[in-house]
């Protein structure tokens, strides 16, 4: 078991099996045809990530970078949230970016009984040491678990 | 984050408890990126990325319900990106069933509570708001609230204002009170660039392709791009600026630019030269074989990769008027050199609704419409935004459009070869 430290941007505790996007997760493209066709599993659609196209983000602890791509990004994880086809937590290894910021607080403040934790900062190691179905537990600081 | 008297009363609910949660969710995003303050909104008109009233977005309506609901308005008109649909496109009758009963059953809706909210007019539906037809163009300096990664990137990087990525929703609010947090690309450090990238290429570089490279390289960090200006001059004349709308839409779509600089041509390069180049900077440097590398990297993602194209966009984002002209004068030269009269794959060019109003007065339109082209104010990438298309072979210049959806990225030159009776 390996820990790691990020910063809170929404707070909640959660554990969840690890999805890991090495690169920057485009939202539009990952979330708009798993939302729009009501895919259960939520899919990830965005044929450009390698790592993670056609895999179901729902429940997971989506590990990755940042996210990348059209300004409809926020919007589009605010409805994922508002549905319920959200992914457990998401943890960045960079800073946040200002869309998925946007779709992390427009959840926070905007839909009753949701707890997606959000935290960055976790650092190029986190996303180096993480693979896909790993169990990760997120604790309120901000701690990440990893084993 | 330090608030005014003012800022912290609304807040605290003094104009009610919506007015409260937009504010603390302006609070909460700028606390992600440890803004200190919150800063007046200064552009004349606001742009929203959200203009589909897709069946599936309902969280996005009854959220604008909400707003008006409780009597809350846009402080400023607006402009908002480019409608769905357009009964000019091509689309079979299962396209039409889809889109009309399932997939944007909520677009006259939405309109109306857009009007409610302060569109500018039934028109400013374009994703390039700031071209003079349709009217929303910032000045220098001023501080938005935009949405539209295409229309941000350019709003920052060829007109000088400062704008960060915001998403939509996010947008509305802040022109709602009208502030933004005062982070990213509103700071003079945050508009310093972290990249240089050194054009070497040995012809003019396709700006969707060259935009794409530099997204994908740089991600959301600023680029200063040198050597640039020995292919497309060093004044912003209609040329370089619908160079750079395409190559700025790309660059935010195949990465997350908001803000480029290119040497010697966009005005803080003109103003500040390599002052705007952060310490430390990282190189990247093009020429001809790193961008065929790129093209030859897009996955083809059709079930037959040697399918005949069976429709062509051009235009994501929405065509200037002079690049209208310009296709239209390839396309009569070059379906002349090839003994045709008509396009031979179905072929629409987007543009506003404000552009098309002019081009249609101009004597290029009879001469567009005689090619069998089709003129349209959609957005392209709405209109492909469902499974039956992901089984449809379209190809399109915009590689806007091909990481969104299927299509297939071409040159402009291969595009114009393939819809006058060249190859597919």
Redesign the interface.
């Known amino acids: 078991m390996k820990q790691f430290k990020g910063r809170v ?1 929404t707070p909640g505790e959660v554990t969840a099996e690890a999805l890991v996007s090495k690169e ?1 997760f ?1 939202t ?2 990952s979330f ?2 798993a ?3 009501g895919d259960k599993e939520v899919k990830c659609g965005d ?2 990530n390698a790592d993670i196209h056609g895999k179901s983000m729902l429940g997971k602890a989506l590990c990755l ?11 589009v994880l ?2 994922a949230c ?2 319920e086809k959200n992914p457990a937590c998401m943890l960045f290894a960079n ?5 998925a ?6 959840a ?4 009753d009984n949701i707890t997606m934790p959000v935290i960055d900062c976790l650092g190029d190691e986190f996303l180096d040491y993480v693979k896909d179905g790993m169990k990760i537990t997120v604790k309120a600081d901000g701690t990440v678990e990893v084993e | 984050m330090l608030l005014t008297p003012e800022q912290q009363a609304i807040l605290d609910g003094e104009k009610g408890e919506t007015m409260a949660k937009v504010m603390k969710t302006l609070v909460m995003y700028g606390d992600a990126f440890e803004a200190e303050k919150l800063v007046p909104i200064t552009s004349k008109y606001n742009h929203l990325v959200t203009s589909f009233g897709l069946k599936v977005m309902s969280p996005v309506y009854d959220l604008m319900q909400q707003l008006l609901d409780s009597g809350v308005a846009s402080a400023q008109k607006f402009s908002v990106d480019p409608r769905p649909l357009d009964k000019n496109v091509p689309a079979s009758f299962l396209q039409n069933f889809v889109f009309k009963n399932f997939m944007y059953t909520k677009q006259d809706f939405y309109e109306k509570q857009l009007e409610s909210l302060g569109l500018l007019d039934k028109n400013a539906f374009s994703c390039a708001c700031y071209l003079d037809e349709v009217g929303n163009k910032p000045k220098k300096d001023d501080v938005l609230s935009w949405a539209e990664s295409s229309a941000v990137v350019y709003a920052n990087s060829v007109l000088g204002a400062r704008c960060n990525r915001n998403s939509g929703i996010i947008d509305i609010m802040g022109s709602i009170v009208g502030y933004v947090p005062y982070f990213g690309l509103l700071t003079d450090e945050g508009r310093k660039a972290t990249w240089v990238i050194k054009v070497e290429t040995t012809k003019k570089p396709e700006a969707q392709l060259l935009g794409s490279a530099i997204g994908m390289k740089v991600m959301e960090d600023v680029p200063f791009v040198v050597g640039l200006d020995k292919w497309i001059g060093d004044e912003l004349n209609d040329s370089a600026c619908a160079y750079l709308k395409d190559f700025g839409a790309a660059t935010a779509s195949n990465g997350a630019v908001g803000l480029y600089h290119i040497e010697n041509l966009t005005p803080e390069a003109k103003e500040q030269g390599n002052a705007l180049i952060a310490e430390g900077a990282r190189e990247y440097i093009i020429d001809d074989a790193e961008l065929e590398r790129v093209q030859a990297n897009y996955p083809v993602v059709w079930k037959n990769p040697n399918a005949k194209p069976k429709l062509c966009f051009v235009g994501c984002p929405h065509l200037s008027l002079e690049q209208l002209k310009s296709w239209t004068e390839n396309v009569v030269a070059a379906l002349e050199k090839n003994g045709k009269k008509k396009v031979t794959i179905p072929t629409v060019f987007t543009a506003a609704p404000g552009v098309l109003e002019v081009f249609n007065n101009t004597e290029y339109a009879k001469k567009l419409e005689a090619t069998g082209v089709v003129t349209s104010y959609i957005c392209p990438l709405m209109y492909m935004n469902n499974p039956l298309c992901k089984t449809m072979p379209v190809i399109t210049s915009s590689n806007k459009l091909r990481t969104y959806t299927s299509a297939r990225y071409y040159t402009d030159a291969q595009i114009l070869e393939a819809i006058t009776g060249g190859k597919n």
């Open positions: 941007v920057g485009n539009l493209a708009q045809m939302l729009q066709f044929q450009n970078p940042q996210t990348i791509g059209s300004t409809t990004g926020g919007l605010y409805c508002a549905m800073h946040i970016d200002s869309l910021a946007a779709g992390a607080v427009l926070d403040v905007w839909v």
